[in-house]
């Protein structure tokens, strides 16, 4: 593998590009071409080319991609070859809904342990999982290999989760409070914040609207 650093965006393409070739697969299509990755998903093909290039040679000229091998590739490439344990704090309504998201298991992403300091939501089921107090978060995140952590939690709240998981060891957040949290330089975090998008969403309809005046 190249030791170029790899623009988030084309990580982001790969996601995207993996889950196209699943469907290829489940389809019985066993031959793709860079031009049909790039009908399928939204992209060009010379992206398609590109993105890949940064990872290795794939395919043959004119013949194209074997979809079982390429799907392969990406799957490893995106460390999507082995399963990650996940620890969710937060058992509100939007714990509750990332627990029972069937997408997380489809893509080798296992919900070790969901965690509240809730009292009235201790103990309760979501699924398979009971929610534990955060007093088991250490022992948890040992005993499962835990790696990965989500943020569920209010705004008021998460910072304080952020350091319970970089104490307990985690190396990677999915925060979902609506606020930027202070993490060492070695943990990976991403900040999800749908508010945000919306106004993205509303940003180009604004502008289109400018535009065709």
């Not at 982001?12 to 793709?32: A, C, K, M, P, Q």
């Not at 307990?168 to 957040?173: K, P, R, V, Y």
């Amino acid at each position: 593998m190249k030791t170029l650093r790899v623009p988030e965006a084309t990580v982001t393409r790969l996601s995207i590009y993996s889950r196209f070739l699943e469907r290829l697969d489940r389809n019985g299509v066993t031959t793709v071409s860079s031009g049909e990755i790039a009908e399928g998903v939204g992209v060009s093909p010379a992206q398609v080319r590109k993105d890949l290039a940064y990872f290795g040679e794939f395919g043959t000229r004119g013949v194209g991609y074997n979809v079982k091998d390429l799907l392969k590739y990406t799957l490893k490439i995106l460390g999507l070859d082995q399963e990650w344990s996940l620890a969710i704090v937060g058992a509100g309504n939007l714990g509750f809904a990332l627990c029972t998201y069937r997408g997380f298991n489809v893509r080798g992403f296992h919900i070790a342990g969901v965690f509240d300091n809730d009292p009235t939501r201790i103990g309760k089921r979501i699924g398979h999982l009971e929610v534990q107090p955060l007093e088991r978060f250490p022992e948890i995140v040992q005993s499962e290999n835990i790696r990965i952590g989500v943020i569920a939690v209010p705004i008021s709240a998460a910072q304080e989760v952020a350091d319970l998981m970089v104490k307990n060891g985690l190396e990677a957040i999915l925060n979902f409070a609506p606020v930027a949290l202070n993490v060492p330089d070695h943990i990976e975090i991403r900040n999800v914040d749908l508010s945000v998008k919306l106004e993205i969403l509303t940003f180009n309809l604004a502008f289109r609207a400018a535009q065709s005046l």
